[in-house]
């Protein structure tokens, strides 16, 4: 037994090595398949962009069409100098400016230079700030400020004059062939229809109910003032919510309203009698509206005694 043992060694050892390389083989395989495995690419985070508004041109318009304009925009209003917010004063200067483009803020504020209409009696309580909350303004075309940069002279670049190429070989054009000249017909001339009217979208017909001094006129491309009054009940009806666009939507359409009767403007006593009722029913939906109610109820009786 003996004698055998130095045969049965060497076998032994040459297993252990077969082993031990098969397991080496096995490590480095699955250390390749670990390196190579890519790495998970993360997404980036969308960029939301911030809703924007463009300040609009409000100078030499009166100030009650003015803060209509704002209020639809979605701006808030104040007016500031020595003369106040009466309806029938004008626009002289605002700030920021025309056009500027500004960040939605939720009612970004809008300051207003008034001059005064001295042909309009100012009377009544005026209205130098909106009924709203203002918010405050932010650029959105503000510049945004950079770092300065280093910059190196970069050195001359050594330059070569290139051999002169030989001059191309004069060739002498052959003759184009002229394209026979087509056959020209006149056509008859036709009569042009001429362009019909557009129709106007509400009516132009509207004799003013009283003649008040100072007041502007009633603007012939926007609805009368009766066509108003029920267009927002009905408003009203699908919107059962009290939102501050909501409200702010209602509160310019009773401002139009009243303000508009009192100029005197066509059929304005039948609107402020509509409106009444709307801001009854806005009381009854949203919990508010006594105020306007009692405003228009004090103007259908002013604006009745004058349209006798």
């Keep these: 037994?003996?004698?055998?043992?130095?045969?049965?060694?060497?076998?032994?050892?040459?297993?252990?090595?077969?082993?031990?390389?098969?397991?080496?083989?096995?490590?480095?395989?699955?250390?390749?398949?670990?390196?190579?495995?890519?790495?998970?690419?993360?997404?980036?985070?969308?960029?939301?962009?911030?809703?924007?508004?463009?300040?609009?041109?409000?100078?030499?318009?009166?100030?009650?069409?003015?803060?209509?304009?704002?209020?639809?925009?979605?701006?808030?209003?104040?007016?500031?100098?020595?003369?106040?917010?009466?309806?029938?004063?004008?626009?002289?200067?605002?700030?920021?400016?025309?056009?500027?483009?500004?960040?939605?803020?939720?009612?970004?504020?809008?300051?207003?230079?008034?001059?005064?209409?001295?042909?309009?009696?100012?009377?009544?309580?005026?209205?130098?700030?909106?009924?709203?909350?203002?918010?405050?303004?932010?650029?959105?075309?503000?510049?945004?400020?950079?770092?300065?940069?280093?910059?190196?002279?970069?050195?001359?670049?050594?330059?070569?004059?290139?051999a002169p190429a030989p001059a191309p070989a004069a060739t002498t054009p052959a003759p184009a062939t002229p394209a026979p000249a087509a056959a020209t017909t006149t056509a008859a001339p036709e009569m042009a229809a001429a362009p019909a009217a557009p129709k106007a979208r509400y009516p132009q017909a509207r004799p003013a109910a009283f003649a008040a001094a100072g007041a502007p006129k009633e603007p012939l491309d926007e609805m009368p003032l009766v066509v108003r009054a029920n267009a927002l009940g009905k408003w009203l009806e699908t919107h059962p919510k009290p939102t501050d666009a909501n409200v702010r939507h209602w509160l310019y359409q009773n401002e139009w309203i009243v303000t508009g009767a009192k100029f005197g403007w066509w059929r304005g006593t039948d609107a402020l009698k509509v409106l009444v009722a709307v801001d009854r029913r806005a009381e009854a939906v949203w919990g508010i509206g006594s105020k306007s109610e009692a405003a228009a109820a004090r103007a259908l009786t002013e604006v009745g005694a004058r349209s006798q």
């Design 1 to 162: 037994m003996l004698e055998r043992l130095p045969a049965f060694v060497p076998r032994v050892i040459l297993i252990a090595v077969v082993g031990l390389l098969a397991t080496g083989g096995l490590t480095y395989a699955a250390e390749q398949q670990l390196a190579a495995a890519p790495a998970p690419v993360v997404a980036p985070a969308p960029v939301q962009k911030r809703a924007t508004l463009i300040v609009p041109d409000l100078r030499r318009q009166a100030f009650v069409f003015a803060k209509g304009q704002l209020q639809d925009a979605g701006f808030s209003w104040r007016v500031v100098g020595g003369v106040r917010g009466f309806a029938a004063n004008v626009v002289v200067a605002q700030s920021p400016a025309a056009g500027v483009k500004v960040f939605d803020t939720g009612a970004p504020l809008i300051k207003l230079t008034l001059s005064r209409n001295r042909k309009y009696v100012q009377s009544g309580a005026p209205e130098d700030i909106s009924p709203y909350r203002a918010t405050p303004i932010q650029l959105a075309d503000a510049p945004v400020a950079t770092a300065p940069t280093t910059t190196t002279t970069p050195a001359p670049a050594t330059t070569t004059t290139p």
